[in-house]
């Protein structure tokens, strides 16, 4: 069975997909509150994620046999570190799952209100499943249906900066007089809002985590993730702009589904934007299968290296992460179910600054891995390596300032978490089950 089963297209997919989930569609009532200062954190967080993704380029072309980021942090920074960052990242992927399902509910019942008779817990957790079980038929079933979600998740997205800009443009002064009430600018509520608005751009590494189900890693994905990370900023930064401009902060802050309101605000008929939001579930529900699929090829590669229980490393006869798959499907639906008590907003908006606070390790340690290789092998990673390096590396210090105190402290407590794991799988197997790849000379 040929086990590279994801090309480019498929690759560039999951980026899109999985960075473009139920963030941008969530964030115009999360963001509400700080006004303009969304735009600042906004130009703070695309800066960030573009130094980040060169970084992942460069990584994936001078370590092309790696396991992805485990085996790019393992092999420059060691494989306790290594751990430490990717049990935290691991962690947040099946979170991920829950906060898009949970997020996608908003969307389903303000398309289907009778769904409403339905705890919406039990809804987020049966479409979680649902891509359990796509996902079961192997790593190229996942891209197929990431590639045909991706197109249509960016229908609405395209309507609304299309006829956003026309109503702008038309009418210019009708649109700017909603910034008056807004918050000044200043550091701080930037740095909250950028804590925030970093959710939705999580994901522009997943063409890095299957890197053993991708053809031609050291060229695919590269591209994949610098083509997918450009589109997605320049998508993000036009909508933000857009719902800014065109809705009142107090009517997004208050909406479960504001990309709804934001729809029938352009189409100037109550109840428009309700059928338009039929693709924002598409968009969530192909979000939620592209981190299913990393969430399972993730945890295939920790239990490979035998950091993780051995049987998580088990293939079925499609090549799929099977038991991976199930158990990580087991704790996103606890995690989704103990939501359940939350407003959709309010629930959603504590889920994304935990992920955030839990992928920043990962971050750091593959901006300082690229300028530990800078250093050890000077001229062999292009151009300045060392100041995408830095720069990836400055951004997660901000990053984990914008957060503050509390999800900060439930990072370093995911990687306590995970160091008994660590010492008691290297106590039973000392020896790593993975050759991966091997550290430079």
Not at 83 to 92: K, N, P
Not at 109 to 127: Q, R
Not at 136 to 154: C, D, N, S
């Amino acid at each position: 069975m040929n086990t590279r089963q994801l090309g480019f297209w498929m690759c560039t997919a999951l980026v899109v997909g999985n960075t473009i989930g139920m963030g941008i569609f969530m964030q115009p009532a999360s963001l509400a509150p700080y006004g303009l200062n969304a735009l600042t954190g906004w130009a703070a967080i695309v800066a960030g994620c573009a130094c980040l993704a060169v970084v992942f380029a460069k990584l994936a072309r001078r370590l092309p046999q790696a396991d992805g980021p485990f085996g790019y942090v393992r092999v420059t920074l060691g494989e306790p570190v290594a751990f430490a960052a990717l049990w935290c990242y691991w962690v947040s992927v099946w979170v991920t799952n829950a906060a898009i399902a949970v997020a996608v509910v908003g969307y389903v019942v303000a398309v289907f209100p009778a769904l409403k008779a339905i705890p919406a817990a039990f809804l987020a957790v049966g479409f979680m499943w649902l891509f359990v079980i796509v996902n079961l038929f192997g790593a190229r079933t996942g891209g197929r249906v990431q590639i045909v979600t991706v197109a249509l998740k960016l229908t609405p997205l395209l309507l609304v900066i299309v006829l956003g800009s026309v109503a702008i443009l038309s009418e210019p002064s009708t649109y700017i007089a909603n910034l008056p009430a807004t918050p000044p600018i200043g550091l701080g509520a930037s740095m909250a809002a950028s804590a925030i608005a970093l959710f939705a751009m999580l994901g522009f590494e997943s063409a890095t985590i299957p890197a053993g189900r991708v053809t031609d890693p050291e060229r695919t994905i590269p591209r994949a993730t610098l083509v997918g990370t450009l589109l997605v900023a320049i998508i993000y930064i036009a909508i933000v702009v857009v719902g800014m401009l065109l809705v009142p902060q107090a009517t997004l802050a208050a909406s479960d589904a504001p990309f709804v309101v934001l729809l029938d605000s352009l189409l100037g008929i109550g109840g428009g934007g309700r059928w338009i939001a039929l693709f924002v579930v598409v968009s969530g529900l192909g979000a939620l299968n592209g981190w299913t699929l990393v969430v399972g090829e993730l945890t295939r590669t920790l239990a490979s290296y035998r950091l993780l229980p051995e049987f998580l490393s088990q293939s079925n006869s499609h090549g799929a992460p099977g038991a991976a798959l199930i158990v990580t499907g087991v704790f996103a639906s606890a995690v989704a179910l103990m939501s359940a008590n939350e407003s959709l907003v309010a629930g959603f908006t504590f889920l994304t600054e935990l992920i955030a606070a839990a992928n920043l390790p990962l971050y750091l340690c593959c901006a300082l891995g690229l300028l530990y290789l800078s250093r050890r092998e000077p001229g062999t990673l292009g151009r300045m390596p060392w100041l995408f390096g830095i720069g990836g590396a400055a951004f997660t210090v901000f990053a984990f300032i914008g957060i503050g105190k509390e999800p900060f402290l439930w990072a370093l407590a995911l990687s306590l978490t995970g160091l008994p794991v660590y010492f008691w799988m290297r106590h039973r197997h000392p020896r790593t089950g993975s050759a991966g790849a091997t550290p430079p000379p």
